[in-house]
């Protein structure tokens, strides 16, 4: 049990409902370790009440605070300050105190960057397929267009979410760098090695055959397989990457990452790659992975 004094600090996740994180797990492992004297609790917020939360948090001097579905959005107005990616994206996950208000910040999108990177996989000048054009999707697509990808086809089953998400990107950075695309489409994309991002919901545990594209001519032309999710450790998207001779990678890292850059947001401290190694084995346990 943590040791929890008249110093300690509150952090939390605010969200609706929060009862399926891992952010706990990975705060407080990591407060502990730096000798911290922090906790991190689920703050369940119901509708209608987050800016009642922001206040009482500030009231409160919470140092920081993860912010999660349905909430991601709405928390922008709120906030003193608002990172300058994140306020493209529309999404900030993380706010920080900064002595007046809280600002904010997206660990979804630096963590996947960061974990994408420590994986080897490069964007800059690569043509990329995104699956899925739900709120994840919106992270990963403006990603592509901030770190240059050479073009980006984006695909989803309502075809015209994808439309309206390439819309605003091409809008915020350059015109055409991001096609739209139905999934019975995938024949039109022209040859060459992509990076591919599984985005959609479809695959994750329990539902483990579900996958976006099942045609093996699709994934002929797919060199370097990205899921987001990471549970199962393996899903059907990947395997069929692999089947067809591409790599694959799960969503665990992004996971870890985010987690990572909202503690350094929040600590004046870089976490150790031995510690960061460590909490990724203590996760995978966690979710029995
Ligand atoms: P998230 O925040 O995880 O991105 P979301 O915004 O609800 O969640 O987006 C879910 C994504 O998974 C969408 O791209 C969705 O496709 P639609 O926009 O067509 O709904 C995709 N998705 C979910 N269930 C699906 C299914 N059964 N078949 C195809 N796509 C699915």
């Not at 987050?50 to 349905?70: H, I, Q, R, S, W």
């Not at 899925?132 to 073009?151: C, P």
């Not at 994934?219 to 069929?240: D, H, V």
């Not at 990452?257 to 190694?277: C, F, M, T």
Request: proline share 4%; hydrophobic share 40%; aromatic share 10%.
């Amino acid at each position: 049990m943590k040791s929890i004094n008249g110093h300690t600090k509150t952090l939390g996740l605010i969200g609706y409902p929060v009862g399926h994180t891992l952010s706990p797990v990975i705060h407080n492992y990591l407060a502990e370790k730096y000798g911290q004297e922090l906790v991190y609790v689920p703050l369940p917020v119901e509708p209608g009440k987050l800016e009642d939360a922001l206040k009482g948090a500030a009231a409160f001097g919470f140092p920081g605070m993860n912010v999660t579905v349905p909430y991601k959005n709405d928390v922008i107005p709120l906030c003193m300050e608002v990172d300058e990616l994140a306020a493209k994206i529309g999404s900030v996950n993380t706010l920080v105190w900064n002595g007046m208000g809280y600002k904010g910040y997206n660990t979804d999108v630096t963590g996947l960057y960061r974990a994408m990177t420590e994986d080897g996989v490069a964007i800059e000048g690569e043509n990329v397929v995104i699956l899925g054009a739900g709120g994840v999707s919106r992270t990963v697509a403006y990603l592509m267009a901030d770190k240059k990808a050479k073009h980006v086809y984006l695909m989803n089953r309502t075809f015209e979410k994808a439309a309206q998400l390439a819309e605003h990107v091409n809008k915020d950075f350059r015109q055409e760098l991001i096609t739209p695309l139905a999934y019975e489409d995938h024949k039109m994309l022209p040859e060459g090695d992509y990076l591919a991002i599984q985005a959609t919901s479809l695959g994750m545990s329990p539902r483990t055959e579900g996958v976006a594209i099942e045609d093996a001519e699709f994934y002929r032309k797919i060199k370097c397989g990205y899921e987001i999710i990471f549970n199962p450790a393996k899903t059907r998207f990947m395997k069929l990457v692999e089947e067809a001779g591409g790599v694959a990678y799960n969503g665990l890292k992004m996971l870890l990452y985010q987690g990572i850059d909202a503690y350094e947001l929040w600590n004046p401290v870089k976490i150790s790659r031995e510690d960061i190694e460590a909490l990724y084995e203590i996760m995978k346990e966690t979710l029995g992975l």
